[in-house]
């Protein structure tokens, strides 16, 4: 049974990179053929939004209209995914999710969630 | 505006059935992609309810159900209980804009 904790700064400054690491139990991100590790997020009050994926072979997937300020990195050697998301503004204050992805069975594990927010 | 378009909110009483919509486009319900189905309890994750558009994770009451058909997709709720109400996300892939996409998202209430 994975699972999946974030950690990171609960508040960041605008203009600033936030990150976000994910730390991986129960389960091998560099043997785990079937799954994308990614990151998902949820303003307060609003629906989800897929920012990006990345598969064990470390091929990146993100969300074009957060690409130009998405990075997602993996760590094998600690079990971890990085989410690293540039030149913030208010709107990118959310709850950040570590979530897998398999092509037949969906988002299928979660981390709790972490809130950011993100104000000088 | 959400690629993937659900009601805001729907409702029923304890005992009865309800449905909630998802309707995509050409380009992801309608192209052939999965439709997978999440759960929201307030201040937690979102949990996997129904994946592969109508299979049920192991301990998911079969209570909860799941269809496509074209382009659009439904989760089905039968013997609503109190602890159902909360929000409802479906969710699939784009090939358009190249992204796993959801709904907005579905507030049911228990009457």
Do not use: M
């Not at chain 1, 990345?54 to 690409?67: A, E, F, M, Q, V």
């Not at chain 1, 079990?79 to 988002?107: E, H, I, M, P, R």
């Not at chain 2, 496509?68 to 109190?82: C, D, H, M, N, V």
């Not at chain 2, 602890?83 to 996300?89: A, N």
Request: charged residues 10%; proline residues 5%.
């Amino acid at each position: 049974q994975l699972q999946l904790q974030e950690s990171g700064p609960g508040l960041v400054k605008p203009s600033e990179t936030l990150s976000l690491t994910c730390t991986v139990s129960g389960g091998s991100i560099s043997s785990s053929s079937s799954y994308y590790w990614g990151c998902i997020r949820q303003p307060p009050g609003k629906g989800l939004e897929w920012i990006g994926s990345i598969y064990y072979s470390g091929t990146t997937y993100y969300n074009p209209s957060l690409k130009s300020r998405v990075t997602i990195s993996v760590d094998t050697s600690k079990n971890q995914f990085s989410l690293k998301l540039s030149s913030v503004t208010a709107a990118d204050t959310a709850v950040y999710y570590c979530a897998t992805y398999t092509t037949s069975s969906g988002f299928d594990y979660w981390g709790q969630g972490t809130l950011v927010t993100v104000s000088s | 505006q959400s690629v993937l378009t659900q009601p805001p909110s729907v409702s029923g009483a304890p005992g009865q059935r309800v449905t909630i919509s998802c309707t995509g486009s050409s380009s992801n319900i309608g192209a052939g992609y999965d439709v997978h189905w999440y759960q929201q309890l307030p201040g937690t994750a979102p949990k996997l309810l129904i994946y592969g558009n109508s299979n049920r994770p192991s301990g998911v009451p079969d209570r909860f159900s799941g269809s496509k058909s074209g382009t659009s997709a439904s989760l089905a709720i039968t013997g609503l209980q109190a602890e159902d109400e909360t929000d409802y996300y479906c969710q699939s892939y784009d090939s358009s804009l190249n992204t796993w996409v959801f709904g907005g998202g579905t507030k049911l209430t228990v009457l």
